[in-house]
């Protein structure tokens, strides 16, 4: 299983970033974004289900982010608008084995390799 994390960069406050991530040797799996700030622990993003049809957030996020994915393309998407200096932050995607959405790390069995995100004030 591999995972392809990309579309990082840098941002101005209020900007937007899409982030995308394809996987391949696994499908129909549930996938989750995570991200580490320097100095600080991992920190859940947003999590979407095989279907697509449930998703999560952090308390963080919400009402700014987008989570979502192409079956077709088995990648996940994560649309990110008014972004913040707060935002930036090493952005890893992962794939979970079970059929619902999770927040918890330890859930998650792959991870991509990460892609940066810095939003600059």
């Known amino acids: 299983v591999q995972l392809q994390a990309s579309g990082g960069g840098l941002a101005q406050a209020g900007g937007s970033l899409r982030l995308s991530c394809a996987v391949s040797?696994?499908?129909?799996?549930?996938m989750g974004w995570f991200r580490r700030a320097l100095g600080k622990e991992r920190e859940f993003v947003a999590a979407?289900?095989?279907?697509?049809?449930?998703?999560g957030y952090g308390d963080s996020v919400k009402g700014r982010f987008t989570i979502s994915r192409d079956n077709a393309k088995n990648t996940v998407y994560l649309q990110m608008n008014g972004l913040k200096p707060e935002d930036t932050a090493v952005y890893y995607c992962?794939?979970?084995?079970?059929?619902?959405?999770?927040?918890?790390?330890?859930?998650?069995?792959?991870w991509g390799q990460g892609t940066q995100v810095t939003v600059s004030s």
């Open positions: 992962a794939v979970t084995s079970t059929l619902i959405i999770t927040t918890k790390e330890n859930e998650y069995d792959y």
């Open positions: 979407i289900s095989w279907s697509g049809r449930r998703t």
């Open positions: 040797g696994l499908t129909f799996s549930s």
